[in-house]
């Protein structure tokens, strides 16, 4: 079965700092995963995704993530945390063909010190 | 992309009482999901909505406590039957007919029960 591990459920970085949110993923087959920002009182926004091709993903905001079938991961990263990343970040996997919903990571909190 | 309007957005309930929310998408489609978070937690998925037949739910979920309807393509309900104290959390309808198993997401239901 699919399972999907975020570590830190909760990260604090400085304004202008790196942002390095860690998942890690099981799966028996290759997997499609997502990377998704849930704002306070709102639904889930597709921040990126990687399915095939290049394991670099660049997405919404600056973010990106790199996909690394031989440590199982799919980091989430931002070279400058500005104060409106201040939010939930979930990590997201598809690895079996033939289930169509998505298993969730935990979640990791980020807040954005000024 | 499908934009998803959920009803209500947020309630509050009475202990032994039931809830039935309302997903509409803006357009056709075949994979629908209902995921519930609980407060400060993931996404868990309830279960499938198929259109035309009974619901596909997940382990410890049942169709007495959380049954779903999904008259057509564009729309489903989930309703939380008997509730208690517990079903307090956030329920999330979602959408998702790519191949490479991007959701979309609606803003979701609050629900708290007293």
């Known amino acids: 079965a699919q399972s999907v591990t975020q570590l830190g459920s909760h990260v604090s970085v400085s304004e202008g700092a790196l942002v390095l949110l860690r998942c890690n993923y099981s799966s028996s087959v290759p997997p499609y995963l997502f990377w998704y920002v849930q704002y306070p009182n709102q639904g889930l926004q597709l921040l990126l995704k990687y399915t095939t091709g290049a394991t670099l993903v660049k997405g919404i905001n600056g973010f990106e993530a790199e996909f690394k079938k031989s440590e199982t991961s799919f980091h989430l990263t931002k070279p400058s945390a500005h104060m409106s990343d201040a939010a939930e970040y979930f990590c997201a996997a598809r690895g079996d063909t033939g289930r169509r919903a998505l298993t969730f990571g935990s979640g990791t909190r980020l807040q954005v010190q000024p | ?114």
């Open chain 2, 1 to 114: 992309s499908a934009v998803i309007s959920q009803k209500p957005s947020r309630d509050i309930c009475q202990r032994g009482t039931s809830l039935t929310i309302q997903c509409q998408v803006d357009s056709q489609v075949t994979m629908m999901f209902w995921y519930r978070q609980q407060p400060g937690q993931s996404l868990t998925l309830i279960a499938t909505a198929n259109q035309g037949s009974e619901a596909t739910y997940e382990s410890g979920f049942v169709i007495d406590k959380f049954p779903i309807s999904r008259p057509n393509l564009t729309f489903s309900t989930l309703t939380v039957s008997n509730m208690s104290p517990e079903d307090s959390s956030i329920y999330l309808c979602s959408v998702g007919d790519r191949a490479d198993g991007e959701l979309f997401f609606g803003e979701g239901s609050r629900l708290t029960v007293l």
